[in-house]
């Protein structure tokens, strides 16, 4: 054994195994055990079967003593005196105590009701039967019935709802419309086609959301029929008071499939049911296999009347009928493998030759769990199943290593198409995500070799320590991808997918013929014609000097005074009339904010409820979930004609520059939610705080310099320099290298950005290397750094 064991010959793992295992079982008394857990077993099933024989019993008693109590009582209620005339008021004294002590007297019961063959109504509800009755009534505290009366009145149906208090002291009275119509339900027709109390089929009670039956019957009279509603709720609750093996199912049903009750809340799919209850039908103390485990099932009928019959169907699990006897069971065999304890230093020595390869095993795939394929190599062993898996090992990595790379290729191929779409997606922002990152990476480089304080504590050792930054850079924008165009190309106030103004001209001509059209009409009334064309003249060019006002209003090159924004509004109350119907043509969320007037006078601009767009999204609201500390307006958008050519500065209204900052809101949560390796895990902090400040003033998270890391500062950095010196943005002229780097200085005297980082970028000369890389000729000029420095 020796021999074979410790030779350079190769052996089998599993002649090992095999080996040790056969010693285990001749020190285990297998048939002892067995024996004993077949007499366990049959004395496991025998108390199995008298739990489900006195189950079925109380359950056939309870079943029965809820039908010959609602029968009796509808009975005993339908005598009483001027039941079968409609009451002259909700309230009766007599009627009401006598409702509402069968109410309280009855668990099951929850509501008592007369259905007239006018179809009025009346009924009394428990609403302490069930928690969710008094929130379905808007019930208050003290409520504890409920009268409903429907009766007509003015030849209209009318409902009303009073609540009483448990004195029977009303509390107050509701009025509503009516629709409901007793004699068009299921228990009124079968009523008055029986002489005897009838029962329906489990129905759900749609006040409860759970299911019942009604017991009906009709008055002497032949106008009315009494009813009685039975929740079907309280029955289960009987079911799960049983004293029930774990795991228990019982399904009380009918004829039709139709669960009555269930001591389960959380039953299966109906469908699911249908066939589980099937399957169990004619069962007697059976095994079955229901959703992969096996159950002991019995189906007794437990109720049969004329019409209907009720089905009680017990459902055990197996493992649980014999949870005891295998606890026993195990109990013995733990007794027999403790003699085993003879044997370990044997199975210890055997596996030891197993064990010691196994370890250099793990130390090779720990290599590979930290991604150096290159360093794993094969181990020593005799065992021929662990060589040969330490050589699929060696081979798989250099697999790995081909697949990562070609992995990582494919997602920086991923990532930089995702950053030249959002560069392409406006005229405004070419170029930008495919320079950040090569200025940032340029200063990154920097700050790992140069010997500033600074940056002693900084480097850039590994090439996945360069891809963070890389990707970073790439995806610092990428939540410009949720950003309307309309709003990042808004050239004019009123600009939105198209330039408003145009609404505003037609306005105004449609004004303009109207003072013709008015003084044609002065005319035609005998007016002095002179005096009539002097007045239009007059209107006509006050109209063209007001439109011209407005329309350079809208274009947004100067600063909007008090008095300008005044005329704007003084402007705004010209009327014309409307003559077509505005609410016609249009989409669904133009309906639901427009809000119907009976006037066609329309003003020449205006702000209308229709132009405000609210936050009604998740997205637009959970911004402290991010730690975002931001200014959020109360509106995604305001389109009113007035607000935005009342806009102070330029061209954007407060939510339409929110709506541009929260790209880098939107950068973050994307990059936050997505499953980023390790060596990644840093790229949304970077990414993120491009638009931050060293002293809380920046957004979304109003950082300081001390939030934020060296890489997430020197983003700062690149994304403004590129941004002032970009000679592809139509709307301004690209800055020369002298200009932009005498912006940066007073972003950094404002301590904007980074002091430190702003002179290894001007001492390192990478502001000159990237000009000459990416700016025009005519950017390129002198810069006297030692006036920065």
Same mark, same amino acid.
Do not use: C
């Given at each position: 054994m020796e021999y074979i064991l410790f030779s350079n010959k190769s052996i089998k793992i599993r002649p090992t195994v095999l080996w040790v295992i056969g010693l285990i079982i001749t020190l285990t008394s297998i048939a002892s055990i067995s024996f004993q857990y077949y007499f366990l077993k049959d004395l496991a099933y025998s108390s199995t079967k008298k739990i489900i024989k006195q189950i079925n019993e109380e359950t056939k008693e309870e079943v029965r003593n809820i039908d010959k109590s609602s029968e009796d009582l509808a009975s005993i209620l339908s005598l009483s005196y001027g039941l079968g005339n409609y009451p002259k008021s909700a309230i009766q004294s007599t009627l009401v105590k006598r409702f509402t002590t069968a109410l309280k007297n009855n668990k099951y019961l929850y509501a008592v009701y007369v259905g007239y063959d006018n179809n009025s109504f009346y009924e009394i509800i428990n609403l302490e039967i069930d928690e969710n009755l008094k929130s379905k009534f808007d019930a208050k505290e003290q409520d504890k019935w409920l009268i409903i009366k429907i009766f007509t009145k003015e030849d209209k149906k009318v409902r009303l709802e009073q609540y009483l208090d448990e004195n029977l002291v009303l509390q107050r009275s509701v009025f509503k419309?009516?629709?409901?119509?007793?004699?068009?339900?299921?228990?009124?027709?079968?009523?008055t086609e029986s002489k005897n109390t009838i029962k329906t089929t489990p129905y759900i009670f749609s006040n409860l959301g759970s299911y019942g039956i009604t017991y009906a019957k009709e008055l002497d009279n032949k106008k009315a029929v009494l009813g009685l509603d039975i929740s079907l709720k309280s029955l289960s609750e009987f079911l799960k008071e049983e004293k029930l093996i774990e795991g228990t199912q019982l399904y009380l049903f009918d004829e039709n499939k139709t669960v009555i009750a269930s001591n389960k809340d959380n039953r299966l799919e109906d469908k699911k049911l249908d066939k589980i209850l099937d399957k169990t039908m004619n069962k007697q103390g059976e095994l079955l296999e229901i959703e992969n485990k096996e159950y002991f099932v019995t189906t007794t009928q437990i109720y049969t009347s004329e019409n209907e019959k009720e089905y009680l169907s017990i459902l055990i699990p197996e493992e649980e009928i014999m949870r005891e006897s295998n606890e026993k069971i195990l109990y013995a065999t733990l007794i027999a493998f403790s003699f085993l304890i003879f044997v370990l230093p044997v199975v210890w020595f055997a596996t030891k030759i197993i064990t010691e390869p196994m370890k250099e095993l793990e130390n090779e795939n720990r290599k590979v769990k930290n991604r150096k394929f290159h360093k794993v190599k094969k181990i020593k062993t005799p065992i021929k199943e662990i060589s040969d898996l330490s050589k699929s090992l060696v081979s798989m990595s250099s697999s790995i290593q081909e697949y990562q790379q070609a992995q990582i290729k494919l997602f920086d191929s991923i990532v930089q198409l995702i950053a030249t779409t959002i560069d392409a997606k406006s005229k405004y922002t070419a170029g930008h995500c495919e320079r950040v990152p090569t200025l940032t990476l340029m200063i990154a480089d920097a700050a790992t070799t140069s010997q500033n304080d600074a940056f002693k504590d900084f480097e850039l050792k590994t090439e996945d320590e360069k891809r963070e930054v890389s990707v970073a850079a790439w995806l610092h924008d990428c939540g410009k991808v949720t950003t309307p165009i309309y709003v990042v190309d808004k050239a004019t106030k009123l600009e939105t997918i198209y330039n408003r103004i145009h609404e505003v001209r037609a306005r105004f001509e449609i004004v303009y013929r109207d003072l013709q059209i008015q003084a044609l009409n002065r005319i035609i009334n005998k007016e002095d014609e002179?005096?009539?064309?002097?007045?239009?003249?007059?209107?006509q060019d006050k109209l063209i000097e007001d439109f011209e006002f407005i329309a350079n209003a809208n274009v947004g090159a100067e600063f909007m005074r008090d008095e300008d924004k005044q005329r704007v509004k003084d402007i705004a109350q010209i009327t014309w009339i409307r003559n077509f119907d505005n609410s016609i043509g249009i989409s669904q969320d133009e309906e639901k904010r427009l809000k119907k007037s009976d006037s066609n006078i329309e003003y020449i601009l205006e702000d209308k409820e229709s132009?405000?767009?609210?936050?009604?999204?998740?997205?637009?609201?959970?911004?402290?979930?991010? $730690?975002?500390?931001? $200014?959020?307006?109360?509106? %995604?958008?305001? %389109?009113?004609?007035?607000?935005? %050519?009342t806009i102070d500065r330029g061209t954007l209204t407060e939510e339409e520059r929110f709506k541009i900052n929260e790209h880098v809101i939107m950068s973050i949560k994307?990059?936050? $939610?997505?499953?980023?390796?390790?060596y990644l895990k840093k790229v949304p902090e970077y990414a993120g705080a491009h638009h931050e400040t060293l002293i809380g003033t920046g957004y979304p998270r109003k950082l300081t310099k001390e939030d934020m890391s060296i890489p997430a500062r020197i983003m700062a950095v690149a994304d403004v320099f590129e941004a002032l010196t970009a000679a592809d943005r139509p709307y301004k002229k690209p800055k020369t290298l002298s200009e932009s780097i005498k912006i940066l200085s007073f972003m950094v005297k404002d301590q904007h950005l980074d002091e430190d980082i702003f002179k290894l970028f001007l001492e390192s000369g990478i502001y000159l290397e990237y000009g000459k890389q990416f700016l025009n000729e005519e950017q390129i000029d002198e810069v006297n750094i030692s006036d920065y420095l």
């Open positions: 419309k009516a629709e409901y119509k007793p004699t068009q339900r299921p228990w009124y027709k079968k009523a002179t005096e009539v064309n002097s007045w239009l003249k007059e209107q132009h405000i767009i609210p936050r009604v999204t998740k997205a637009d609201t959970d911004y402290d979930k991010y $730690n975002f500390k931001v $200014n959020v307006p109360e509106n %995604l958008y305001n %389109l009113g004609e007035v607000y935005n %050519l994307m990059l936050e $939610n997505l499953p980023f390796p390790d």
